[in-house]
């Protein structure tokens, strides 16, 4: 019997369709698990409670599928450091989000977390990759732009009653939150796209509630593992658990193979979808100012993904 062998060679990447199809899907969903959570911490269940419900059931789907598919979880000489850094980098994004969320507007925390394609993109640079070219940070910028007045940022930041009193703190976990999570992307990418995706994924969901659990145990976040008062309040910590995992499955498989310092600027369409979740489920209305946004944010979106044959061989030629 051949003796096993790890990958020698990065996957080919998808198609840049199906990779923004995907994309799409995934910010969606992580939009979709941010009203829930909202709804459930109305509803008084703590942070870690969330935290914790989303990992184990994603560890449940995951473990299963490496069982079944019988997986080693061995992992190529000088990986294990990366992918304890990735854990924990994944666990310091959950714990910041969702207590930013906590602490400010749902939608402007969303807003200052959605900057990670940027820092993203820089790293990947800082790091020795391809430099932005113009036009992508031109369209960058027109998205930030239109996600400014889809999420009604100057309104919210001019009402000090909407904002409240913990804001500045909320800001800064969600910029830490969108910074966290650009770095584990990055490892995700470069240092561990030869680990076998399922792998990667149940040892990083495997290491985030191993942490929380422990946090929690500690004491470490007062009040984190408060139950919801209602069923309304279960019935959302279901749905986070099932938009979560699906998204965390999908995209930390996937993630190698999706060029993300290219195509990661997608996703800023969780924001949007966010607010119009919010409409259907909270019954929150769409200003004009909003709408307009809106329009300028999916504009900037199909000008990414439109690319003319030159640009196309000019952009792959940096790459």
């Known amino acids: 019997m ?11 990447p998808f198609p840049r369709h199906l990779a923004l199809i995907i994309l799409l899907c995934m910010g969606c969903a992580f939009a979709g698990n941010h009203v829930a959570a909202r709804v459930a911490f109305d509803d008084g269940a703590g942070v870690l409670l969330a935290i914790l419900m989303r990992s184990g059931g994603t560890l449940l789907v995951l473990a299963s599928l490496v ?23 994944i666990t310091a994004q959950s714990l910041c989000l969702y207590s930013a969320v906590a602490r400010v507007p749902v939608a402007l925390a969303l807003l200052v977390a959605n900057v990670f394609p940027i820092l993203l993109a820089l790293l990947t640079w800082a790091l020795g990759g391809p430099r932005p070219t113009a ?14 007045f889809v999420l009604d940022v100057p309104g919210r930041l001019s009402t000090t ?3 409240g009193p913990q804001w500045l703190l909320g800001v800064a976990l969600a910029f ?11 490892i995700t990418d470069h240092k561990l796209s030869q680990v076998r995706g ?31 008062a209602t069923s309304t309040g279960w019935l959302a910590l279901a749905t986070l658990v099932v938009l979560y995992g ?21 996703m800023n369409i969780e924001p949007l979808a966010t607010l119009l979740m919010g409409w259907i489920v ?9 709408i307009l946004g809106g329009v300028i944010v999916v504009t900037g979106i199909v000008l990414l993904t439109y690319r003319k044959s030159v640009i196309k061989a000019d952009a792959e030629a940096v790459v």
């Open 282 to 290: 909270l019954d929150q209305m769409l200003s004009a100012g909003q």
């Open 198 to 228: 399922s792998v990667r994924s149940l040892l990083t969901i495997f290491i985030v509630f191993s942490s929380v659990n422990l946090a929690g145990l500690t004491g470490a976040l007062p009040g984190g593992l408060n139950l919801p």
């Open 246 to 266: 699906t998204g965390f499955i999908v995209l930390f498989i996937s993630v190698p193979r999706l060029d993300m310092p290219r195509n990661a600027p997608v």
């Open 176 to 186: 830490c939150a969108a910074s966290v999570f650009a770095c584990a992307l990055w």
């Open 67 to 89: 069982l079944w598919q019988r997986q080693s979880l061995r992992l190529p000489a000088g990986a294990w450091r990366w992918q304890l850094l990735l854990g924990l980098l």
């Open 161 to 163: 009653t909407s904002v």
């Open 2 to 12: 051949p003796r096993p062998t790890f990958a020698q060679t990065v996957p080919p």
């Open 135 to 148: 036009r992508t940070a031109t369209l960058m910028g027109l998205i930030l732009v239109g996600l400014v």
